[in-house]
T-cell receptor
Framework: GAGVSQSPRYKVAKRGQDVALRCDPI?????LFWYQQALGQGPEFLTY????????KSGLPSDRFFAERPEGSVSTLKIQRTQQEDSAVYLC??????????????FGEGSRLTVL | GENVEQHPSTLSVQEGDSAVIKCTYS??????FPWYKQELGKGPQLIID?????GEKKDQRIAVTLNKTAKHFSLHITETQPEDSAVYFC???????????FGQGTTLQVKP
């Protein structure tokens, strides 16, 4: 597609439910990133994929968070047993290059998660 | 780890005036400094970036300066227009970790 596509755009979950957020990066982009953006804050790094390999997951806040990119294109961020503090916008970004010098990041519009 | 501080948190200017947003970073291994504009309900969009081997870069009404010694960089917007109103984020990427670390954001309001 023309840009990074994320779905759903809005998700309301009851505390304790599992959620799955999808990211469809720009075609051919090697690198894919997930960020968490709390209200009024800057995005915070969660995890990074180069193709299908998850090279860095140091930003995932707990073992309830899990991300995958099995075929090196679409990625899913899964949050198990959601808590109120998980409420945030989850941003996905992709870049053409791989490695530490990933180049310009192109962001999607985000998935806004509200946990009641 | 890397920390990026951004000031001010809010900035209000009259149309046509200049706006300056400043950031400092902590990791001396940082070598890439992008600036993003985020409009309500949208994802961040890159507006300009600078690498550590360059001191200044300009693109029409937008310029960025970098002082590696002091570890700070700034965004300058001249001749501001109402459509410049948005939240602006600075970021820094360390060549060691590759992670892009964002500042806290500046809400810019340009009054007509």
């Amino acid at each position: 597609g023309a840009g990074v596509s994320q779905s759903p755009r809005y998700k309301v979950a009851k505390r304790g439910q599992d959620v799955a957020l999808r990211c469809d990066p720009i075609s051919g982009h090697v690198s894919l990133f997930w960020y968490q953006q709390a209200l009024g804050q800057g995005p915070e790094f969660l995890t990074y994929f180069q193709n299908e390999a998850q090279l860095d997951k140091s930003g995932l806040p707990s073992d309830r968070f899990f991300a995958e990119r099995p075929e090196g294109s679409v990625s899913t961020l899964k949050i198990q047993r959601t808590q109120q503090e998980d409420s945030a916008v989850y941003l996905c970004a992709s870049s053409r290059a791989g490695g530490l010098y990933g180049g310009e990041l192109f962001f999607g519009e985000g998935s806004r998660l509200t946990v009641l | 780890g890397e920390n990026v501080e951004q000031h001010p948190s809010t900035l209000s200017v009259q149309e046509g005036d200049s706006a300056v947003i400043k950031c400092t970073y902590s990791d001396s291994a940082s070598n890439y400094f992008p600036w993003y504009k985020q409009e309500l309900g949208k994802g961040p969009q890159l507006i300009i970036d600078i690498r550590s081997n360059v001191g200044e870069k300009k693109d029409q009404r937008i310029a960025v300066t970098l002082n590696k010694t002091a570890k700070h960089f700034s965004l300058h917007i001249t001749e501001t227009q109402p459509e410049d109103s948005a939240v602006y984020f600075c970021a820094a990427r360390s060549r060691n970790t590759g992670k892009l670390i964002f500042g806290q954001g500046t809400t810019l309001q340009v009054k007509p």
